[in-house]
């Protein structure tokens, strides 16, 4: 375990301005803290912490993030909080240490491969700051060299997967070579030790049988290049298990050939150098058609940049060659960490123009950061990872992750789920709080979504998901629910149609009309008629021909059509179980209320517009006397608010709207909308809009206004 005063010395000797005071402060605390709590090794727990914060002065990070590594295990297995921290050592650490611990309560379980991608993505939408990823990838590698402490194999596994699917590859990501390479093979150890042990002893047997063939052909590659009057660095590897054991896996292959457990790598001081080594590499060996990579005019998705080739070199060997700057060399290994080192700009205006134009466009922001930034602390402060701007990432109750589009509800999270749970749901929980449907999704909510087989989609959803699956479910439903009602209300018509003139509806009778009035079925029909496109009096008609009906008479005027529909008929069709805005619509002129007398307009696919019989649109309908209706308000529906206009003359006078509103609200009513439709020196005309429980409610209302002295004149909107 490293001492203080040694991990002190570390920073201090690659960054002298380094707190010192901070960093043995947060070394003492976490020991302090940590106190006699044990590793699964038996060490004591808080060497982890401090062999973290020994990985990362390998990056030479600065005293915050190494402050961070210290008390990143603080708030999640000590009783310290998060304010204990702030308090101790100011904000900036206190936030670093705030987003490792988020990432610690991600519980990944049972990774599977088509969802890794996504927690990658969490992860680095969690992160922010690209220390909290720092230190989390440290803190990782640490866990995984001591893994085999852990004695639960299931445990052991988890972590293993999780590195490997998440982990490793973020690590390659930003271009941490060397710490992606270590946490494979830890965890290929773990997850398949057999293979790995079996690939070391067929490395070991080639060693001794091709004795030093590596640096042979180091030595000839030197010799070419020394010639050609280059100065070159060359190294000789062979490969990991686990990348000869996955390249083994995909070209189902053994690995005989050499080309497949070593690599050659030529490293020089300029990228013109790179091109002279290319060049006279191919002209010594023959190269491998298909091999060639030249990632150093176009560097990969992360930044890496080198040129890659397969000859068949010195002793008629395949093998591949990297060639790079030793620049290159080190921002691979090292990626994002080593960056900041190279304060020189034309690197990395190189480099950020290089990947211009990528899908991942935080890579180009960060290189954008690193050629602007003055100091390795700048360009830390600056690092938020504000990545997958576009994305939100969140957990149902069992740990699943669903990505969705930012500005995602909660009912997109539902269908996301499955779509019986998007049809049905009438609430949820995030993060344990009952909130809306409509509410807004944030990265990290955990979500638990209610459900009711009563439930169906409302139409009003559609007004606030954004994913497409959300809103075709809403339609499809939608159109089915409102098929069901127009049927319902398209047999309604028809029953009391044909009651009204003595005639029996039958189904005999209806597929007759069916035949005749070009319709599929008798529910085709029937769902026609609710939807307004065929009246009941067509129908009737059509199955019995001689029929003469009320529509017969020619209306002459309003008040007779007026007359013949305001008897309290026995036949009126009740607004029941037809729900308002599907095959009924209340109309928007008279604004009709439970205990008005009422009139449907049956209307050509739209359904029946419910007017109140006094309305002055109904003129327009006087010569279409078949499309009236009589219709009665059921009871129940008079529990619910439904909204009255009123039209009112006020006087332009101090606290005359003021007095409006209080007496309004004084009598229950709830102003929904408000219009000026006129304005003078002297008055007002304002249409208000109030939501009340009926006629009744809305007349009381009435009368409180005309008692109102700043109030002129009140009445209903007629249409
Ligand atoms: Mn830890």
Not at 420 to 439: F, Y
């Amino acid at each position: 375990m490293m001492r203080q005063f040694e991990l002190v010395e570390r920073v201090k000797s690659y960054d002298p301005d380094a707190d010192e005071d901070m960093l043995n402060r947060a070394y003492v605390y976490a020991m302090r803290m940590h106190g006699s709590q044990k590793r699964a090794s038996g060490d004591p727990y808080f060497s982890h912490p401090i062999e973290v914060a020994g990985i990362l002065t390998g990056y030479k990070l600065d005293t915050a993030s190494i402050v961070t590594a210290l008390l990143h295990d603080i708030v999640e297995d000590t009783h310290a909080s998060l304010d204990d921290v702030r308090k101790l050592f100011g904000e900036e650490v206190a936030r670093l240490v705030d987003g490792v611990t988020k990432l610690a309560r991600i519980q990944i379980q049972n990774i599977e491969t088509k969802q890794a991608e996504n927690f990658r993505k969490f992860v680095l939408a969690m992160s922010e700051d690209i220390r909290v990823l720092l230190v989390k990838l440290a803190d990782r590698l640490h866990n995984m060299r001591t893994l085999h402490f852990i004695k639960d194999p299931a445990k052991r596994r988890t972590i293993a997967m999780e590195t490997m699917e998440i982990y490793a590859p973020l690590a390659e990501r930003i271009g941490m070579q060397e710490v992606k390479t270590e946490l494979e093979d830890l965890a290929f150890s773990e997850l398949h030790g057999e293979a790995r042990t079996s690939i070391m002893t067929r490395l070991k047997f080639l060693e001794l049988h091709g004795g030093d063939l590596v640096v042979k052909i180091m030595d000839e590659l030197d010799q070419n290049i020394r010639k050609a009057g280059v100065l070159g660095y060359i190294s000789g590897r062979e490969k990991t298990p686990y990348s000869i054991w996955r390249k083994m896996q995909v070209k189902d292959v053994s690995f005989e050939q050499l080309a497949d457990i070593m690599a050659f790598r030529v490293m020089v001081d300029t990228v013109e150098d790179c091109y002279r080594v290319l060049g006279i590499i191919h002209s010594a060996y023959p190269m491998v058609p298909g091999k060639f990579k030249d990632y150093l005019s176009t560097p990969k998705r992360n930044g890496y940049r080198s040129i890659h080739t397969t000859i068949i070199g010195p002793q008629r060997h395949r093998i591949e060659i990297q060639i790079r700057t030793h620049q290159m060399h080190e921002i691979a290994e090292l990626g994002v960490a080593a960056h900041w080192r190279y304060k020189t700009a034309d690197l990395f205006a190189e480099g950020a123009r290089a990947v211009e134009g990528r899908q991942y466009s935080w890579l180009r922001e960060l290189l954008d950061i690193l050629e602007h930034a003055q100091n390795p602390q700048e360009f830390l402060e600056h690092t938020k990872l504000e990545m997958f701007h576009d994305q939100v990432f969140c957990f149902t109750p069992k740990g699943d992750l669903i990505a969705l589009p930012r500005g995602a509800s909660l009912v997109d999270f539902a269908y996301a789920v499955h779509t019986e749970v998007g049809n049905t749901c009438v609430g949820a929980k995030v993060n344990g709080r009952i909130v809306p449907l409509r509410t807004r999704l944030e990265n990290g909510d955990q979500v638990e979504i209610v459900t009711s087989s009563a439930q169906k989609p409302a139409p009003e959803w559609e007004g606030f998901v954004v994913t497409g699956k959300a809103r075709a479910h809403i339609r499809r439903r939608f159109r089915t629910e409102a098929r069901t009602e127009y049927v319902k209300l398209g047999r309604e018509i028809l029953e009391k149609t044909f009651a009204k003139e003595g005639y029996e509806l039958t189904e005999k009778g209806l597929s007759a009309a069916a035949d005749k009035l070009d319709a599929d079925t008798n529910e085709d029909l029937i769902a026609r008629v609710g939807e307004g496109r065929l009246v009941g009096r067509e129908v009737l008609i059509a199955v019995y021909p001689g029929a003469r009906t009320a529509g017969d008479d020619k209306v002459v005027n309003l008040n007779q059509a007026r007359l013949r529909h305001s008897a309290e008929a026995s036949e009126a069709i009740p607004i029941k179980g037809l729900t308002a805005g599907m095959a009924m619509h209340l109309s928007d002129c008279c604004h009709p209320l439970p205990g008005d007398r009422i009139v449907g307009i049956a209307t050509e696919g739209k359904g029946v517009e419910v007017h109140t019989i006094d309305c002055e649109q109904l003129e327009a309908f006087t010569d279409t006397p078949d499309r009236w209706l009589d219709l009665a308000w059921d009871l129940d529906r008079a529990k619910e608010a439904h909204v009255g206009r009123i039209n009112l003359v006020v006087e332009n006078a101090q606290g005359a709207l003021g007095a409006l509103a209080t007496v309004i609200a004084r009598n229950s009513g709830n102003i929904t909308n408000l219009k000026f439709t006129k304005r003078s020196a002297e008055f007002f005309e304002i249409a208000v809009d109030i939501e009340v429980l009926g006629v009744k409610h809305l007349t009381n209302i009435i009368a409180a206004l005309r008692a109102t002295p700043a109030i002129n004149s009140v009445e209903r909107a007629r249409g």
